[in-house]
């Protein structure tokens, strides 16, 4: 909502965020729920494409791409990496 909102500029309508997975999860399962609290909670998000897996980093499978419009009528794409740091946090 920050970049659909503008609290989070987009000059050139690129943005992204990086998830710090801290507890064992299947996060392709946890990015269903996320699509899915979108798509049920938070149509202001103006989402036009879901998070959705692409590859952009050999040999790392957890890089989502997601589209919105902010609240000015302008594209954002943003990019979602999510880090797995569960083993290593106590």
């Excluded at 690129?14 to 710090?20: D, E, P, V």
């Excluded at 790392?60 to 009528?73: I, L, M, P, R, W």
Aim: aromatic fraction near 12%.
């Amino acid at each position: 909502m920050r970049f659909v909102t503008n609290k989070y500029p987009t000059p050139f309508g690129t943005n992204g965020m990086i998830g710090f997975i801290v507890k064992p999860t299947d996060i392709d399962e946890g990015i269903d729920d996320i699509n899915n609290l979108i798509d049920s909670r938070f149509p202001q998000s103006n989402t036009t494409n879901l998070l959705a897996k692409i590859s952009v980093i050999e040999d790392f499978d957890f890089v989502y791409f997601s589209a919105h419009t902010d609240n000015q009528g302008e594209s954002i794409d943003l990019y979602h990496l999510m880090l797995d740091f569960s083993s290593i946090v106590l």
